[in-house]
């Protein structure tokens, strides 16, 4: 959401869990309203909602969207209550998207859970992983751990040597290839172990 105060991050995060809220599926979903009244694609009261102008450089006085700490405040708060536009948003970005008929390129979300805000390209696996989990972009399994963990690699059938940014192995074996038989079998592994009461925390722990 281009929030650069800290303070107030570190306020929203305590106050997100105490009311019960997902971190990463509030981001997702206020940053789709954000970019939908940036692009036109929606039309909400900005002063209404705790938006401000500021000047802008060649269009003169404007709305600030991203980044703006109180009115994203104010959206928590609305969410949280399901009050106002918050009552839409707080369906979830896939629910809100096709509620209010924006554009299908801002419901970030894999089979109805909302996208973490990871870097896919520092880890090519990464994108295919959200697309076909079970439970959706879930970021548990974040197939990154298998560059970080050599014993998890071995335990789970993987004997090569993985290349982060392009998923290709020391052998010099095709990409694409090697990314989804990575992916697969670091989800039948996680689910697995998932299944047994396993802490998925700890699954890149484990040897």
């Known amino acids: 959401m281009l929030v650069g105060d800290l303070e107030a991050l570190v306020r929203w995060n305590v106050l997100v869990n105490d009311l019960g809220m997902d971190t990463i599926s509030l981001g997702a979903v206020i940053g789709a309203l954000l970019e939908a009244i940036e692009k036109g694609a929606i039309q909400v009261n900005l002063d209404e909602l705790g938006f401000t102008k ?12 991203w980044g703006s700490v109180p009115a994203i405040e104010k959206l928590i708060s609305s969410i949280a ?16 998207v096709k509620a209010k008929g924006l554009p299908g390129e801002l419901a970030t979300h894999g089979k109805g859970l909302e996208v973490p805000a990871h870097e896919p390209r520092a880890c090519d696996m990464t994108a295919l992983d959200y697309a076909t989990t079970p439970r959706g972009a879930y970021h548990c399994y974040m197939p990154i751990h298998l560059v970080m963990n050599a014993n998890l690699k071995k335990d789970i059938g993987i004997d090569k040597v993985v290349d982060r940014f392009s998923a290709n192995t020391s052998d010099g074996k095709n990409g694409l290839d090697v990314t989804a038989e990575m992916v697969v079998k670091l989800q039948d592994a996680a689910e697995g172990y998932s299944a047994c009461g396993g802490c998925i925390f700890g699954f890149e722990f484990i040897s």
Do not use: H, S
């Open 81 to 96: 209550r399901r009050e106002g536009i918050g009552n839409d948003l707080a369906e979830g970005v896939k629910r809100f």
């Open 54 to 65: 500021e000047v802008v450089p060649d269009k003169g006085d404007a709305y600030k969207t």
